[in-house]
Antibody
Framework: QVKLVESGGGMVSPGGSLRLSCAASGFTLTDYYMSWIRQAPGKRLEWISY????????YYADSVKGRFTISRDTVKKSLYLQMNSLRSDDTAVYFCARGGMTKLDWFDSWGQGTLVTVSP | EIVMTQSPATLSLSPGERATLSCRAS??????LAWYQRKPGQAPRLLIY???TRAAGIPARFSGSGSGTEFTLTISSLQSEDFAVYYCQQYNYYYTFGQGTKLEIK
């Protein structure tokens, strides 16, 4: 059974950093595109980053480029999102999600999400 | 960026009624369109992918149609558990989501 569990959210001051984790089970992390998606209060879902199966293709939305870094640890079966220079508009629930095997595709599995609050 | 626009923002219907939700893309996304259901405190759940293919375990009352820039999610006969927020998503060029349609009990 595919399962994704996020952790690492919390409250942080503007300019601070957080590292989110997503523990994956029931499938092989390196077989899929994996993404981070967020939803700010009252806003639509926003895809922010992906890493492909080989790890050689990584992409970021403009809103987080240069501040966020996606990575993974295949031994720990985990996906990560290092978030630096956080701003108030980064406040959101952050989800990890599984995409396609060979290309960008729909997200067939999502975690429950972890809340990040950026506030003075 | 491909902008996805859903309508209506809120749909008020009764159990047993038919629900029709719309999604429009600012440019063609082919058939690369998915629909998700989200309930409070839960992860989004994939309902439909490739415009009209139901995901595993999704009841037959959910169906999708359309192509290019105009798409529709239809729920043939609403059950109590169907009242939720629905999002469309394109994956033709990276990923963007619609703003959601809230399906509420009338």
């Amino acid at each position: 059974q595919v399962k994704l569990v996020e952790s690492g959210g919390g409250m942080v001051s503007p300019g601070g950093s957080l590292r989110l984790s997503c523990a994956a089970s029931g499938f092989t992390l390196t077989d899929y595109y994996m993404s981070w998606i967020r939803q700010a209060p009252g806003k639509r879902l926003e895809w922010i980053s992906y890493i492909n199966g080989t790890g050689k293709s990584i992409y970021y939305a403009d809103s987080v480029k240069g501040r966020f870094t996606i990575s993974r640890d295949t031994v720990k079966k985990s996906l990560y999102l290092q978030m630096n220079s956080l701003r108030s508009d980064d406040t959101a629930v952050y989800f990890c999600a599984r995409g396609g095997m060979t290309k960008l595709d729909w997200f067939d599995s999502w975690g429950q999400g972890t809340l990040v609050t950026v506030s003075p | 960026e491909i902008v996805m626009t859903q309508s209506p923002a809120t749909l008020s219907l009764s159990p047993g009624e038919r629900a029709t939700l719309s999604c429009r893309a600012s440019q063609s996304v082919g058939s690369n369109l998915a629909w998700y259901q989200r309930k409070p405190g839960q992860a989004p759940r994939l309902l439909i992918y490739d415009t009209s293919t139901r995901a595993a375990g999704i009841p037959a009352r959910f169906s999708g149609s359309g192509s290019g820039t105009e798409f529709t999610l239809t729920i043939s006969s609403l059950q109590s558990e169907d009242f939720a927020v629905y999002y469309c998503q394109q994956y033709n060029y990276y990923y963007t989501f619609g703003q959601g349609t809230k399906l509420e009990i009338k």
